[in-house]
Structures are given as C-alpha cells and as structure tokens.
C-alpha cells in the first residue's frame, strides 16, 4: 500500500480572525495573504499537489450588497454573539473592508488550478460547539454555502469544522447535504474539546510542533469509520508559520520532513493542514518553507512511490468502497 501526503487549508480572510484582531490592523497582513496564494498555487502544481480548500462561504460574495441579500433566515444564536459574523458584518461594512472580507476571484483561480479541491468551512464560520447554536441554523448556513459553490458549477464534498470544532451531531446534516468528508482531530487529547482551548493545550499543542515522537501518520484503516455516510480523515500537523528564531524554525521543518518520510515507508496518510493567512507575516519565508516541504514529498514520491491527495481522493482511491 502506498502512503499519501493529504493537505487541507482553511481559506477564511478576516472571517476567521474577527473576534480575535482588529480588522484595522491587519490589513497588509490579508493583502499578503490574497497575494501569496497565486504563489502557493504555483509551487502546488510546480510539484504535482493536491489540495483541499476548505473555503468560508462569505467569501463567495462580489461585496456588501451582495453580503446582506444573502443572510441566512436562520442564523445561530450564540449566547456569546461577539462570535457571529453576521453581527460582526454589520458592523464593518465600507468598501475599505470588502478586499479582507470576499474573494470570490480567488476562489476561482483556485479551482481552475489542476488538483485542487474547493470545500467548505461552512458559510459564516460556523462554532459548531459553542452554547447556543443549533441543528437547524448549521443546516441553514450550510445550505447558503453550497448554493454558492453551485453557481461556480463546484459540487462541494468535503467539509473542515471551524476552530476544530467537530461536532458528530452534525455529520448527519453534512451527508443529507452531499458532504462526504469531514476533517476530524488528531487523537490527542489536546486537540480535543477545542472550543475551551485551555492553556495547557495551546501549550502541549505549541510544543508538540518541535518535539516528541513522529507519531502523526495513519494507517487508511484508522479513517475509513463511516459515521452517518461521512468518512472522517484524521488532520496529522498544522504547519505553523515561519518563525524568525532559526532554531524553532529548523525543528518544526525536520519534524514534519521526518513524519512524512515514516508515512511514505510504511503506506500511511500524512494529513497537513494551515490557514493561508498564516503566510501573511513573511510570505516570502513562509513559501520558502512549504517548497522545502513539498520538494522532500518529490523524493519520496520517486523512492516509495507516496501519493499526493486531496480530501475528495482520498475516499475515492485509498479508502476501500464496500
């Protein structure tokens, strides 16, 4: 059996940051962002790669006008509303934000790039964990995302929960929908309950990029698990954006050159995922880090024979059928 590099980004803009930043004060950093994916595509089919892109729905819209005759009848009702997009859109809307807020040009570049797949993260953003939201709004969210992709003539297939956030409830909806591939969470335990992100996760999490063992690849028996008609895929390691200290920087590249190298020796998956805003500080560092990465996924192609997939390959050619 051979193994797979798997690689799914969550292609957000403002739309997965706004309750965390300042919109004001990142927006060099998302024009870099909107300006290094034309680049990362270029290295993507530089080096035969398939890709998922787990794109927010709002970025499907042309601008705010479009954005407003498009909300959803049903929206969640979050007891912490800080966390809607829907409120947070009202709020900032003028022509200086449309550039961090839609791209539906982008999108499709991307998917008029060989290999790549576009998927969904949901249309708002959606926590699917957190207190107040609900079945019926996640359906409704869901739907307006799809409905969009459909106009672009792209039938979306697979799904990536914001924040992590899985919620098994919800695979039943995703498979009424068409939605055949979820992005799940490492088995780790913290990378599980993501919506309370304790601060002895974000710190196992931070230091399990640089040390440990290289204990993140699977064998295609541990995903093929199908809930609901939905075949979960485990993520294996964010990429986590270049770092000026060469030390950190050098660890996190060899740990994942050497996770990757077990997967292809042993015929497992190797799931890589990052936000393409994560290349928004130093693109030009960051895509010379991913070409390293992808340039180590050439030999081993060539040594063993390690595949490139998307989400959507994989439950189509790894994943037996029965």
């Given at each position: ?153 792209i039938e979306m297939r ?76 485990m993520a294996s390691r ?85």
């Amino acid at each position: 059996m051979q193994g797979a590099l798997v690689i799914s980004l969550d292609f957000e803009l403002l739309w997965g940051v706004f309750d965390k930043v300042d919109w004001r004060e990142k927006k060099e950093y998302f024009q870099n962002t909107r300006k290094v994916i034309p680049e990362m595509l270029k290295l993507f089919e530089k080096y035969e790669i398939s890709c998922t892109w787990a794109t927010v729905g709002m970025l499907f819209n042309e601008n705010w006008d479009e954005w407003n005759e498009n909300i959803p009848k049903i929206v969640p009702a979050y007891n912490n509303m800080e966390l809607s997009a829907y409120q947070y859109g009202q709020s900032i809307q003028s022509k200086e934000t449309e550039a961090l807020c839609f791209a539906p040009e982008l999108i499709k570049f991307i998917a008029e790039t060989p290999n790549q797949e576009i998927g969904t993260h949901t249309y708002s953003h959606y926590y699917c964990l957190e207190p107040g939201q609900g079945r019926e709004a996640f359906k409704s969210d869901l739907k307006r995302a799809i409905r969009f992709a459909e106009k672009q003539e792209i039938e979306m297939r697979s799904l990536v929960f914001p924040r992590n956030q899985y919620n098994e409830d919800y695979l039943k909806v995703c498979a009424e929908l068409g939605i055949a591939n979820i992005r799940s969470n490492p088995k780790d335990w913290y990378w599980q309950d993501t919506q309370k992100d304790s601060l002895a996760q974000k710190i196992f999490r931070t230091g399990d990029a640089y040390l440990g063992p290289c204990n993140k690849s699977y064998k295609k028996e541990e995903i093929f698990q199908i809930e609901s008609g939905v075949v979960p895929q485990m993520a294996s390691r964010l990429l986590r954006p270049y770092s000026s200290m060469n030390t950190l920087n050098s660890l996190k590249l060899k740990r994942i050159i050497s996770e990757m190298e077990k997967a292809a020796r042993k015929g497992e998956i190797y799931h890589l995922w990052w936000h393409p805003h994560n290349f928004g500080n130093n693109p030009e560092a960051n895509l010379k880090d991913l070409e390293l990465i992808l340039s180590r996924f050439q030999i081993l192609r060539d040594k063993f024979g390690f595949q490139s997939k998307d989400m959507f390959k994989v439950n189509n050619n790894i994943c037996p059928k029965n």
